[in-house]
Nanobody
Framework: QVQLVESGGGLVQAGGSLRLSCAAS????????MGWFRQAAGKEREFVTT???????????HSADSVKGRFTISRDNAKNTVYLQMNSVKPEDTAVYYC??????????????????WGQGTQVTVSS
């Protein structure tokens, strides 16, 4: 069992920065792929980026276009924590951000149902 708790969300002006954190419980954190997703009001949950158990970083086309170069995922296995550094934020980044842990995401790392555990989400609001 893995429990995930996100923090770091809030209100930020366009062009600013935020760092989201996701603290995980459990001794097997390092064996999980850790992903960040987001869900804007009235929209489906959207993949942002993921880091594999070995530290590889993945995007898919739509997320790469919208966040690559601005958002950076990292993980600290010693602290059981994954981070999402958000720079040059835009109003369209406004959403609830969720972290997720998956033991066997494989190449489907961008699909929410491939993740086993989810945090409660943290709201990010970007003002223009």
């Amino acid at each position: 069992q893995v429990q995930l708790v996100e923090s770091g969300g809030g209100l930020v002006q366009a062009g600013g920065s935020l760092r989201l954190s996701c603290a995980a419980s459990g001794r097997t954190f390092r064996s999980y792929a850790m992903g960040w997703f987001r869900q804007a009001a009235g929209k489906e949950r959207e993949f942002v980026t993921t880091t594999t158990w070995s530290g590889g970083i993945r995007y898919v086309a739509h997320s790469a276009d919208s966040v690559k170069g601005r958002f950076t995922i990292s993980r600290d296995n010693a602290k059981n924590t994954v981070y999402l550094q958000m720079n040059s934020v835009k109003p369209e980044d406004t959403a609830v951000y969720y972290c997720a842990a998956g033991s066997n995401t494989g190449s489907d790392y961008h699909i929410p149902r491939r993740y086993d555990y989810w945090g409660q989400g943290t709201q990010v609001t970007v003002s223009s």
